[in-house]
């Protein structure tokens, strides 16, 4: 549900208008080493170790960071994050705090968050700068 960037990575082309960052919600739920792709990456843009899961604002920071998330986007694309299966009040609660954390920290637009699965009847929600 969530990963940080090698250094060959991401490929986005400069023609790039619109950059959506894309993380699943359950990235808190356990351990970076068990959610995580590259999790010494992770690790070492959050500060958390490997053994610990992501809080709600290092998930922010992460998908914020111009390292993590934002990493290659052009200076004048719009900067979006799309938190995926928040399906509970839980998790809008964590939503809320990442997408403060992250409009707060960055060139970050809007923060979108909701349950891809549920189609139409799922409930968005989004957060401005």
Do not use: C, F
């Amino acid at each position: 549900p969530v990963k940080a960037p090698a250094e060959h990575e991401p490929v986005v082309s400069p023609e790039t208008s619109v950059l959506v960052t894309v993380a699943g919600i359950d990235a808190l739920s356990a351990s970076i080493s068990q959610m995580a792709h590259r999790p010494e990456r992770v690790s070492a843009l959050t500060g958390i170790s490997t053994e610990l899961p992501l809080t709600p604002e290092a998930l922010g920071r992460l998908l914020a960071s111009e390292e993590g998330g934002g990493k290659a986007a052009p200076p004048y694309a719009r900067r979006l994050i799309l938190l995926n299966k928040v399906e509970s009040a839980a998790h809008l609660l964590d939503a809320e705090v990442i997408a403060r954390t992250a409009l707060e920290e960055s060139g970050v637009e809007r923060v979108l968050a909701g349950s891809l699965m549920r189609g139409a009847e799922a409930a968005w929600h989004a957060w401005t700068r």
